[in-house]
């Protein structure tokens, strides 16, 4: 019995994570991973057919309004690819970025009424989106094998780079959660933050280099960039899908990854210190 | 050994919307934290929610928790079930903890029953395995075989109660907090519940339960944390806390008019009511008496009338016709035999009516009226009384009277 002895008391340290909890519940976990899928396209009669549409339509309008007609540069890749491969990376950021934002306030009916390790959800569907992130990672490659049959002289990069994107999509994750985590622990008692969330998406788009390459940055701004944590990220997408990238260098990996990990601690330890008197406050 | 300890535990709430200068005060209390020189808030518009509250809870006891709305009891619970912390003061708690503060939490409309019994179950701590072990005896209970590939939001809502309920019936903690889930649902239903709770604190389990229902507390628990205002009242034995809240009752929902000098020296069996409310055993004769002093008439009906705790009306006690003249300025006496309520509580009422000899008696000429002149529970050993020939659970019906019955010849000889 004394196995199972929970203290609750008053002030804990900010640092109080509660991890130990976390492993308990991994069945949580899984079976709300479980839950995102079987809700996500109940009713829909083309289910995850709507990530692709989304993925080519997205691209082909950014071809045709930033390629074609404001004559952006894409770094010698092929438009179409080039705007995929960006969006990849992209879409994926801004899908965490919008679970952590909400990850107090979508919960609320569930943390209201019974315990359990609050970072579950959101971590639950961070890796649900994963899921998506495949979807347009396999279109990425059946457009990509088209225009080689069509213009040989693109060849596919080394396939080991591909077995980056695991470690890329962590940083995302931790990228994403973290800054979602700081909104979202923020705007429980002033829910101002989420507004000025909605506005940040659209900003953090045009800061990151998916519809332009970093390259047409001028140099002495580059290392400016750097301290965008995602110019790494979605340049490196780039670098291993397209062969070549300015900015997947080491010079931009150490602002980025170091960022990634303090505004990731910095929205774990808020978060976490915000949900246990969270229902006080809605 | 205690398997909860509570120690001055207190909570305390900010009153007022959260806006533009509740923003100010944050911002000045974050100011005076590093010791900016910044003036102290007046503490004035701070709601104590829990105010110091210590208590043990040992191993396979029932508790219930009573007091007036707004006393802390919700606050309580969520405490311990740790979804909010508290402000000051620690509890421990040793074992596996289940709290059913709401039926049904974390079903998902569009999932189907199965998916619901292993999501629910999960989020109250179950592994995946310990689901699938009383996966079948959980559809079972709840009745629903046949549906159990269905997603729940085409269930009637009895059948989704029943599987949720039957979810959280199968939890097996070794703590059980429960909060009014039971007042859901219909009479069928609430009676499988306390039977199936009733089985669970026989196998050893303790239990934290809230509930308005007293007849339920006095009959399920053996202790009761009485709460007022934050602060405990009194923690021990059901009878004397169920009594002292009732007394509580007295005071707060006290409502008569006329001139209260009429009414005086109200007794229960010998015992001033004025002390508290009364508890009655239910094999046990009840003998109210009281005085009436100054009355500005001489002919004066009193009628006392009977109401369950929910208000319904049980019955008026009238006097019989041909002593009501000797009612004014004396001492008046009614004697209830036993074995003739139920076992639930019941308020009393008072009103005096002016009486005219040719039009009787109506609501125009009450010249005292007392809507609680006092409470009181009606309590009974179920387990040992033979009059319910082994029924354990709860027995409809605002009263119980045991007439007698006797057997007559057999007519066929």
């Given at each position: 019995?004394?196995?199972n002895?929970?203290?609750?008391?008053?002030?804990?340290?900010?640092?109080d994570?509660?991890?130990?909890?976390f492993?308990k519940?991994?069945?949580?976990?899984?079976?709300?991973?479980?839950?995102?899928?079987?809700?996500?396209?109940?009713?829909?009669?083309?289910?995850?057919?709507?990530?692709?549409?989304?993925?080519?339509?997205?691209?082909?309008?950014?071809?045709?309004?930033?390629?074609?007609?404001?004559?952006?540069?894409?770094?010698?890749?092929?438009?179409?690819?080039?705007?995929?491969?960006?969006?990849l990376?992209?879409?994926?950021?801004?899908?965490?970025?919008?679970?952590?934002?909400?990850?107090?306030?979508?919960?609320?009916?569930?943390?209201?009424?019974?315990?359990?390790?609050?970072?579950?959800p959101?971590?639950?569907?961070?890796?649900?989106?994963?899921?998506?992130?495949?979807?347009?990672?396999?279109?990425?490659?059946?457009?990509?094998?088209?225009?080689?049959?069509?213009?040989?002289?693109?060849?596919?990069?080394?396939?080991?780079?591909?077995?980056?994107?695991?470690l890329?999509?962590?940083?995302?994750?931790?990228l994403?959660?973290?800054?979602?985590?700081?909104?979202?622990?923020?705007?429980?008692?002033?829910?101002?933050?989420?507004?000025?969330?909605?506005?940040?998406?659209?900003?953090?788009?045009?800061?990151?280099?998916?519809?332009?390459?970093?390259?047409?940055?001028?140099?002495?701004?580059?290392?400016?960039?750097?301290?965008?944590?995602?110019?790494?990220?979605?340049?490196?997408?780039?670098?291993?899908?397209?062969g070549?990238?300015?900015?997947?260098?080491?010079?931009?990996?150490?602002?980025?990854?170091?960022?990634?990990?303090?505004?990731?601690?910095?929205?774990?330890?808020?978060?976490?210190?915000?949900?246990?008197?969270?229902?006080d406050y809605? | 050994?205690?398997?909860?300890?509570?120690e001055?535990?207190?909570?305390?709430?900010?009153?007022?919307?959260?806006g533009?200068?509740?923003?100010?005060?944050?911002?000045?209390?974050l100011?005076?934290?590093?010791?900016?020189?910044?003036?102290?808030?007046?503490?004035?518009?701070?709601?104590?929610?829990?105010?110091?509250?210590?208590?043990?809870?040992?191993?396979?006891?029932?508790?219930?928790?009573?007091?007036?709305?707004?006393?802390?009891?919700?606050?309580?619970?969520?405490?311990?079930?740790?979804?909010?912390?508290?402000?000051?003061?620690?509890?421990?708690?040793?074992?596996?903890?289940?709290?059913?503060?709401?039926?049904?939490?974390?079903?998902?409309?569009?999932?189907?029953?199965?998916?619901?019994?292993?999501?629910?179950?999960?989020?109250?701590?179950?592994?995946?395995?310990g689901?699938d072990?009383c996966?079948?005896?959980?559809?079972?209970?709840a009745?629903?075989?046949?549906?159990?590939?269905?997603?729940?939001?085409?269930?009637?809502?009895?059948?989704?109660?029943?599987?949720?309920?039957?979810?959280?019936?199968?939890?097996?903690?070794?703590?059980?907090?429960?909060?009014?889930?039971?007042?859901?649902?219909?009479?069928?239903?609430?009676?499988?519940?306390?039977t199936?709770?009733?089985?669970?604190?026989?196998?050893?389990?303790?239990?934290?339960?809230?509930?308005?229902?007293?007849s339920?507390?006095?009959?399920?628990?053996?202790?009761?944390?009485?709460?007022?205002?934050?602060?405990?009242?009194?923690?021990?034995?059901?009878?004397?806390?169920?009594?002292?809240?009732?007394?509580?009752?007295?005071?707060?929902?006290?409502?008569?008019?006329?001139?209260?000098?009429?009414?005086?020296?109200?007794?229960?069996n010998?015992?001033?009511?004025?002390?508290?409310?009364?508890?009655l055993?239910?094999?046990?004769?009840?003998?109210?008496?009281?005085?009436?002093?100054?009355?500005?008439?001489?002919d004066i009906?009193?009628?006392?009338?009977?109401?369950?705790?929910?208000?319904?009306?049980?019955?008026?006690?009238?006097?019989?016709?041909?002593?009501?003249?000797?009612?004014?300025?004396?001492?008046?006496?009614?004697?209830?035999?036993a074995?003739?309520?139920?076992?639930?509580?019941?308020?009393?009422?008072?009103?005096?009516?002016t009486?005219?000899?040719?039009?009787?008696?109506?609501?125009?000429?009450?010249?005292?009226?007392?809507?609680?002149?006092?409470?009181?529970?009606?309590?009974?050993?179920?387990?040992?009384?033979?009059n319910?020939?082994g029924?354990?659970?709860?027995?409809?019906?605002?009263?119980?009277?045991?007439?007698?019955?006797?057997?007559?010849?057999?007519?066929?000889?």
């Open positions: 019995m004394k196995k002895t929970t203290i609750i008391k008053a002030k804990r340290s900010w640092f994570l509660e991890l130990g909890d492993l519940y991994k069945d949580l976990l899984f079976l709300l991973i479980r839950r995102d899928f079987v809700t996500s396209y109940k009713q829909t009669i083309l289910g995850p057919f709507w990530v692709i549409a989304q993925a080519l339509l997205g691209s082909a309008i950014f071809t045709i309004i930033f390629g074609k007609i404001a004559n952006l540069s894409t770094d010698g890749h092929p438009a179409f690819l080039f705007y995929l491969s960006g969006m990376g992209w879409q994926y950021f801004a899908s965490v970025y919008c679970v952590g934002c909400n990850a107090l306030q979508s919960n609320l009916m569930l943390f209201s009424k019974v315990y359990f390790p609050r970072l579950i959101p971590i639950g569907q961070a890796i649900f989106a994963i899921f998506n992130f495949l979807i347009q990672l396999s279109v990425f490659f059946t457009a990509f094998f088209i225009y080689q049959k069509t213009t040989p002289s693109i060849i596919f990069p080394h396939i080991i780079g591909v077995l980056f994107i695991p890329l999509l962590l940083q995302t994750v931790a994403g959660l973290g800054i979602g985590f700081i909104i979202s622990a923020l705007s429980v008692k002033y829910r101002d933050l989420s507004r000025v969330a909605g506005m940040a998406t659209q900003f953090i788009l045009y800061a990151s280099p998916v519809i332009y390459p970093i390259s047409e940055i001028p140099e002495k701004y580059q290392s400016f960039m750097a301290w965008n944590p995602l110019v790494f990220i979605i340049e490196s997408y780039r670098k291993i899908l397209l070549h990238s300015t900015a997947s260098t080491l010079e931009f990996a150490l602002p980025s990854v170091g960022l990634t990990v303090v505004v990731f601690f910095i929205g774990l330890i808020l978060y976490n210190k915000t949900q246990r008197t969270y229902v809605v | 050994m205690a398997v909860i300890e509570v001055n535990l207190s909570k305390h709430y900010r009153l007022g919307s959260i533009a200068h509740s923003f100010l005060q944050d911002c000045t209390n100011g005076r934290s590093i010791g900016l020189p910044f003036k102290n808030h007046k503490k004035n518009n701070i709601f104590t929610a829990l105010d110091d509250v210590s208590f043990n809870v040992k191993e396979g006891d029932i508790v219930g928790i009573i007091g007036h709305n707004g006393a802390g009891k919700s606050t309580l619970l969520k405490i311990l079930s740790r979804i909010t912390e508290p402000c000051q003061g620690n509890a421990t708690i040793r074992g596996k903890v289940s709290s059913l503060l709401e039926i049904g939490t974390g079903f998902h409309p569009e999932m189907t029953g199965k998916e619901n019994i292993y999501l629910s179950g999960s989020l109250f701590g179950l592994k995946k395995k689901i072990d996966y079948e005896s959980i559809i079972e209970f009745q629903v075989k046949e549906f159990i590939d269905t997603p729940v939001k085409r269930y009637s809502s009895g059948m989704f109660v029943r599987l949720a309920f039957s979810v959280a019936a199968h939890l097996e903690p070794d703590i059980l907090i429960i909060d009014e889930v039971l007042a859901v649902g219909d009479a069928d239903f609430q009676k499988k519940c306390i199936k709770i009733d089985s669970q604190t026989k196998s050893g389990r303790t239990v934290l339960i809230v509930s308005h229902n007293l339920l507390i006095a009959s399920l628990c053996n202790k009761v944390l009485l709460l007022e205002k934050g602060k405990v009242l009194k923690y021990g034995e059901t009878d004397k806390c169920i009594s002292k809240y009732l007394s509580l009752n007295d005071q707060t929902q006290f409502n008569s008019f006329g001139t209260n000098n009429f009414v005086k020296n109200i007794k229960l010998k015992q001033s009511a004025a002390k508290g409310t009364f508890v055993k239910i094999n046990q004769e009840l003998l109210i008496e009281f005085n009436m002093n100054d009355l500005p008439h001489n009906l009193p009628v006392l009338s009977f109401f369950t705790e929910n208000g319904h009306m049980v019955f008026h006690a009238i006097p019989q016709y041909h002593d009501f003249e000797i009612f004014n300025n004396c001492k008046l006496s009614l004697n209830i035999p074995n003739f309520f139920n076992n639930i509580i019941y308020s009393v009422r008072l009103r005096l009516h009486i005219n000899r040719k039009i009787g008696w109506n609501k125009d000429n009450i010249i005292y009226e007392n809507n609680c002149l006092f409470m009181f529970s009606v309590i009974e050993d179920i387990k040992n009384n033979k319910r020939f029924k354990n659970d709860s027995i409809n019906g605002q009263l119980r009277p045991i007439f007698k019955w006797n057997s007559i010849e057999n007519q066929q000889k």
